[in-house]
């Protein structure tokens, strides 16, 4: 059990333009998504908490407006990187809260480079 | 905030050696989650920890949780090739990451 899809598990942009990734409990519902990015060779940085019905929760310095995060449903929370720019290319990893506990499920990963 | 520090940042050993590595932590966490990283892959949560003292088993791999709540440290007994990869311990519900253990294993 618990497991989490993300997709895709990786994408090549231009410039300018906007990828949605997606992030997926399978068997499972979480009122709580979590998305990550990770650098090479770094560890996990939170990004933002997607909570189902209401907007996200964004760690400070990341921009709300770049990073549109929609949560519609218990098993779905997605992530689009809007005019994304090269220095945006990164590995965005997405994870599900286990309710009721702590215990949270990493997706794949998605990585994306923007050319 | 509350910060995370993992130790050692990296380790080379040979198949069979036993590792310990270990997450201090500036405050007192509620829960100690220990995840494994493989390359271009997702963490893999592989112990959690929710009480002071509680010594968990996960294989060959243990966690305990400190009785200070600071700290926490994972053992892995009899390594293989397989246990490769990096090493991250987390705490508490906003899950902070530690900035990982990397394991090599020399042949």
């Known amino acids: 059990g618990a497991v989490v899809s993300q997709h895709p598990s990786w994408v090549i942009c231009k410039s300018g333009t906007s990828v949605k990734i997606e992030c997926r409990s399978l068997?499972?519902?979480?009122?709580?998504m979590f998305w990550y990015r990770q650098f090479p060779k770094q560890s996990l940085m939170l990004m933002a908490t997607s909570n189902e019905g209401s907007k996200a929760t964004y760690e400070q310095g990341v921009e709300k407006d770049k990073f549109l995060i929609n949560h519609a449903s218990l098993t779905l929370s997605t992530l689009t990187v809007t005019s994304a720019h090269p220095e945006d290319s990164s590995f965005y990893i997405c994870s599900a809260n286990f309710p009721p506990s702590y215990e949270q499920y990493f997706g794949p990963g998605t990585r994306l480079t923007v050319t | 905030g509350q910060q995370l520090n993992q130790s050692p940042q990296s380790m080379f050993i040979q198949e069979g050696e036993d590792v310990s590595m270990n997450c201090t932590s500036s405050?007192?966490?509620?829960?100690w989650l220990w995840y494994k990283q493989d390359p271009g892959e997702g963490p893999v949560l592989l112990i959690a920890?929710?009480?002071?003292?509680e010594l968990t088993s996960n294989g060959r791999l243990t966690a305990q949780f400190g009785i200070t709540r600071k700290d926490s440290f994972l053992n892995i007994s009899a390594s293989i090739p397989s246990d490769v990869g990096i090493y991250f311990c987390?705490?508490?519900?906003?899950?902070?990451f530690g900035k990982g253990t990397r394991l090599h294993i020399l042949p």
């Open positions: 920890l929710y009480k002071a003292g």
């Open positions: 405050s007192i966490f509620n829960t």
């Open positions: 987390a705490g508490d519900d906003k899950i902070i």
């Open positions: 068997d499972f519902q979480a009122t709580t």
